[in-house]
């Protein structure tokens, strides 16, 4: 019995070398296994990576929601009647152009809204804006009707006629919604706060028109 279990191994000690080169040829197949295995979790954290990547540029920009911006850009005089200097008083009537700037990727439909013009903290005189939409990341702008604006009983009056120059503010608010890429809509209401001047000489204009 002893002699069959010692002839089992070569006398000299050694491994066969078919032994040998099964083992290697083993362990050479664990590591390519290995291998595909590190590349496979490697592919899925870089797609996970990049999915990331693609929703928070996604969130920051296109369904990033930002406020329009409602402005006056000009307007057009078609009367003009000044008082005098002992009976000083204004008589305009303007038609104003108007701009809604909509910087979201989806269109803005805003509520109709009273724009009014005031000459130094009085009233004078208002105009309503209808209800309309402005398309994904464009400028609309339109002309609306008239508006007559009347001014008297200020003891400032007749320094700005003189001086040939009246200062004129007009403010509003826009209600509407914003419907980004026809998926979620949100309330987004803007202001408008505009100084301008008209020129009361000849012909007559506005002139320095700042919006904030």
Not at 53 to 71: E, N, Q
Not at 100 to 119: C, H, I, L, M, Q
Not at 177 to 199: D, G, R, S, Y
Request: hydrophobic share 40%; charged share 20%.
């Amino acid at each position: 019995m002893a002699e069959k279990q010692q002839s089992a191994y070569p006398a000299n000690g050694y491994v066969r070398s078919g032994d040998t080169e099964a083992a290697a040829a083993h362990d050479a197949m664990r590591e390519q296994r290995k291998k595909k295995r590190n590349k496979c979790i490697l592919y899925v954290l870089l797609f996970i990576v990049f999915q990331t990547a693609i929703i928070t540029v996604f969130a920051l920009t296109i369904m990033k929601v930002r406020t329009p911006r409602f402005r006056i850009r000009g307007a057009a005089i078609t009367d003009f009647n000044a008082g005098t200097a002992a009976s000083p008083s204004l008589r305009a009537t303007i038609t104003p152009e108007f701009t809604v700037k909509n910087a979201n990727f989806g269109r803005y439909k805003y509520r109709s809204t009273t724009v009014e013009f005031f000459y130094r903290g009085t009233r004078v005189g208002q105009i309503s804006v209808p209800n309309s939409k402005a398309g994904w990341r464009s400028t609309k702008r339109f002309i609306h009707s008239a508006v007559e604006l009347n001014l008297s009983g200020s003891p400032q009056l007749a320094e700005d006629l003189r001086a040939g120059v009246v200062p004129i503010t007009s403010t509003a608010r826009m209600g509407g919604k914003v419907e980004l890429i026809f998926i979620m809509k949100k309330n987004k209401a803007t202001n408008m706060n505009c100084t301008m001047e008209i020129v009361t000489a000849s012909p007559h204009t506005f002139r320095n028109i700042a919006c904030k």
